[in-house]
């Protein structure tokens, strides 16, 4: 603790001073030395643990909490004599040592302070210490009770070269700027600073009365070279000048915008006096005003021109420069934005509804009928008439977001659409609560502010990818906005007034069900997009793909044909997809590369084949499953829906000596597991009408393979397959290569209907085949195949396993001894009984 003065009083022979001075019994103790030539001498030595002094510096100190030695220090008071000031270089050091403290000291002297107005009478309590000259510690010791140390006075003769000559009036320049800023040093000490010729006092000036660190002030101490010295205070001190020159700078823009802003203040509550009386009492700030001309204009519902008015007369009378201000005017730019009533007429023309679906989607009937039915019931104009809300589920790529803007299209209605993938914050939904700061409507109603009328038909894109948190769940809040019930009175955390979203024409997209919430799913009427086959993608291509991309390729004007073959090649070969967009990007990839020869003024193909797609897109990608070339044992083809359309499915039996024991391989899930199960269960209920030996099963391992085990397979409807393979290997019979079938098995041997009838048809027809397996309950299905393929199929319904072995195995049905032949277990006869020794026991 202590307390920096100027130069010490003692000095006052040498510097003027003010009437700031403090006096105390230190400027009674002289020097040790007094003559210039005694440089070297001995004398007591005390360790100080306050800030560094400098020369000609004084300042208080506390005696037990800033030397090493209290009782050195009062003896040196009482008996009016100096001691060597040393400064340590680490914490907590007790004994002096060369090593352990500073080089350079001081030679301080100690005193208390003196009441020069009665009499030069000393306070008890202050203790002040004067720092006299520099010394070089040059050894130390103990002596008496206390350390003492052989110190040379470091006696630097001032220098009179241009150099010091000038960095003294540079200090000089800087020391008068420096008093001139609220710094510590007073405009009256320049005064002495005038008659310092001195480098090195000048520097020790410097370093007493600017506000430096202790390491900083030490650093001016342990430097004896006087030039250096002032050089190293002197940009030390330009330093500070920098600092307090931008906190004025700082200061002065806080006081000149505090000025401004209460000069605004008056200027702007006159302005808006006259002009409310200009403008017939309205406001005069320019978004009140707008906002006051909007709300006259709009037609709103009783309770939200309420809520309007309120919220408009707490923002004339908020601050201007309120955060409140702000929050206010959000929400009601809001409020005021959203279409209330504003909305665009319906086109309820059939004929043109139809033929403008038809122009931009081939194929996708469903979803097309099902919106025809509905601008034709809305064309009666119904008494009740309640909008439908569609889930188009599908694959990617299937064209159910283009779809829908082609049904806004047709019906004259905006067209909104909204992301719902990776949304798993309420919020999102609902909004925030204006409490918060940087509060938001939610996504539903900020898109229809986008929109502008009541009645758009707004794309909730991707419902399926919905995620739940900690945040909330935000399809349980697409509950309310999704239910024809509910959604007329919509609320949003933000709004917290009413919105009628039942003129809202909701349509969902999905890739899958599987993940909607079954609440959720239940308020919606889906719509199922089938991957497109073969066919459907010749005809798509014709149609939008490859026009779309000569356009973009410069290639409209010299068309470029492509072959059937071509393009069959590309889509069996180059994409597996049930949508068209890789297809679309292969064949962007070829004109592009023709595109590249014709800029080059090479000869370009004008028809694109087989051959030429092969050279242009390199080497095949995909392989599709063929069927096969001959009938062999233990193997049935089955039929595998997939996004990506349907596809054959060789299942594939062995049957070896072993234990009884069922392997099935081929990455198969459960319920396909489950499917096996069965289909053996039935085989073993079947022994003697297969005449199958009751041992069989006992001593043979069975292993169901289904090729292609990196791609998961799962499902019930190959359990016909796989009963038809297991005896075709059990028994020995073959199967038919050209039937292909699909079907669950029950354990009685019946054959229930599945899924994907469409996709599977057509598999079986563009991989060569000629008979299709199909429950008869599926024969309802065949509808959505084409009746070319139909033409060309022979289709087989069935009810039982009997049906479906009749039909796809060639031969008896008999087992086939000696094909597979059976290794019997030894017989065991009785022990013979020991006749000789036997005795009568009667």
């Known amino acids: 603790m202590q307390e920096r003065k100027f130069f010490s009083d003692k000095y006052e022979d040498e510097y003027s001073h003010d009437d700031d001075r403090m006096f105390s019994t230190a400027m009674l103790v002289k020097n040790r030395t007094s003559n210039m030539k005694e440089t070297n001498f001995t004398a007591p030595l005390i360790i100080m643990y306050n800030e560094p002094l400098l020369p000609l510096a004084a300042a208080r100190l506390y005696p037990e909490e800033d030397v090493s030695d209290p009782d050195l220090l009062f003896e040196a008071i009482e008996k009016h004599f100096t001691l060597i000031a040393c400064y340590p270089q680490f914490d907590e050091v007790q004994e002096p040592t060369k090593e352990n403290v500073w080089e350079i000291g001081l030679e301080v002297a100690f005193g208390r302070e003196m009441d020069i107005d009665n009499g030069f009478h000393e306070y008890p309590g202050d203790i002040y210490t004067e720092a006299r000259r520099r010394v070089r510690i040059l050894k130390t010791y103990k002596q008496g009770g206390h350390y003492v140390a052989d110190v040379e006075v470091i006696n630097v003769p001032a220098r009179r070269t241009n150099e010091v000559k000038s960095e003294i009036r540079s200090a000089k320049v800087s020391l008068a700027r420096y008093a001139s800023l609220p710094s510590p040093l007073d405009e009256k000490a320049i005064s002495i600073v005038e008659e310092i010729d001195h480098a090195g006092k000048l520097a020790d000036f410097i370093g007493i009365n600017t506000l430096l660190s202790p390491y900083e002030r030490m650093e001016l101490l342990q430097e004896i070279n006087d030039l250096t010295r002032l050089k190293l205070a002197h940009s030390k001190l330009v330093a500070q000048i920098r600092m307090l020159e931008l906190d004025m700078q700082v ?297 779309g991309q000569m356009l973009e390729n410069g290639l409209d004007e010299d068309p470029i044909e492509f072959t059937d073959e071509a393009l069959r090649l590309i889509i069996a070969s180059y994409t597996y997809e049930a949508g068209v967009r890789n297809l679309e990007r292969e064949i962007g990839t070829v004109l592009r590369k023709i595109a590249t020869k014709k800029s080059e003024g090479e000869e370009y193909p004008t028809v694109v084949t087989e051959e030429l797609v092969c050279q242009l897109l390199g080497p095949v990608e995909f392989f599709p499953m063929s069927a096969e070339a001959k009938d062999e044992i233990g193997v049935a083809t089955a039929l595998a829906w997939t996004e990506n359309g349907g596809e054959i499915m060789p299942v594939e039996v062995l049957v070896v000596s072993g234990k009884g024991n069922l392997q099935i391989t081929g990455q198969i899930g459960e319920v396909m597991q489950e499917s096996a199960q069965a289909a053996l269960s039935y085989l073993k209920s079947r022994l003697k009408v297969f005449e199958i030996p009751e041992d069989f099963f006992e001593e043979t391992d069975i292993h169901i393979h289904v090729p292609e085990g990196a791609i998961p397979k799962d499902g019930p409807s190959a359990g016909i397959t796989l009963a038809t393979a297991l005896i075709s290997a059990v028994l020995g019979v073959p199967v038919r290569h050209e039937v292909a079938m699909t079907g669950e098995i029950t354990l009685r041997g019946r054959v229930i209907p599945i899924g994907g009838v469409r996709e599977k048809v057509l598999a079986a027809h563009r991989s060569g085949l000629k008979t299709v397996i199909l429950p008869k309950k599926n024969e309802k299905d065949l509808v959505d195949v084409p009746e070319a393929v139909l033409k060309e199929l022979n289709i087989i319904l069935v009810d039982h396993m009997d049906q479906v072995t009749e039909a796809s195995i060639v031969g008896e049905l008999k087992y086939a001894n000696g094909i597979y032949p059976i290794k019997r277990k030894p017989t065991r006869h009785p022990p013979v009984k020991d006749t000789q020794n036997k005795t009568n026991s009667g």
């Open 251 to 547: 200061i002065t823009r806080i006081h000149e915008d505090f000025d401004k802003n209460q000069r605004d203040t008056v200027l702007r509550e006159h302005i808006n006096r006259l002009q409310m009386e200009l403008n017939q009492g309205k406001s005069s700030d320019p978004d009140i005003f707008k906002l006051e001309n909007q709300l006259e204009a709009a037609t709103l519902p009783m309770e939200v021109r309420e809520t309007a008015v309120k919220e408009l007369d707490r923002l004339r009378s908020a601050p201007p420069l309120s955060p409140e201000n702000g929050m206010i005017s959000n929400y009601l730019h809001y409020l005021l934005d959203l279409p209330w009533s504003n909305a665009t007429e319906d086109d309820l023309d059939v004929c043109k509804a139809r033929e403008v679906l038809d122009k931009n989607h081939y194929g996708l009937k469903k979803a097309k009928d099902r919106i025809i039915e509905f601008l034709a019931v809305k064309s009666l104009r119904p008494k009740k008439n309640r909008l439908p809300i569609l889930c188009f589920v599908g694959p990617p790529g299937t064209g159910k977001t283009s779809l829908g803007q082609s049904i806004a299209s047709a019906m004259n209605r905006k067209f909104v659409r909204m992301s719902l993938g990776g949304v798993h914050d309420e919020a999102e939904i609902r909004g925030h609560r204006r409490t918060y700061i940087g509060a938001l409507p939610g996504r539903i109603l900020q898109t229809m502010v986008k929109a502008g009328v009541v009645n758009p038909l707004f794309m909730l894109d991707e419902i399926d990818k919905l995620s739940a948190d900690f945040h909330g769940d935000p399809s349980a809040a697409l509950l309310e906005v999704l239910d024809p019930e509910q959604n007329h009175a919509f609320s949003d955390h933000y709004l917290e007034v009413p919105y009628d979203l039942s003129k809202v024409f909701f349509i969902t997209t999905a890739n899958t069900v599987a993940t909607i919430p079954p609440a959720l799913l239940d308020r919606m009427e889906l719509i199922e997009f089938p991957g497109y086959i073969e066919e459907d993608k010749i005809i798509i291509s014709r149609q939008f793909l490859i026009p």
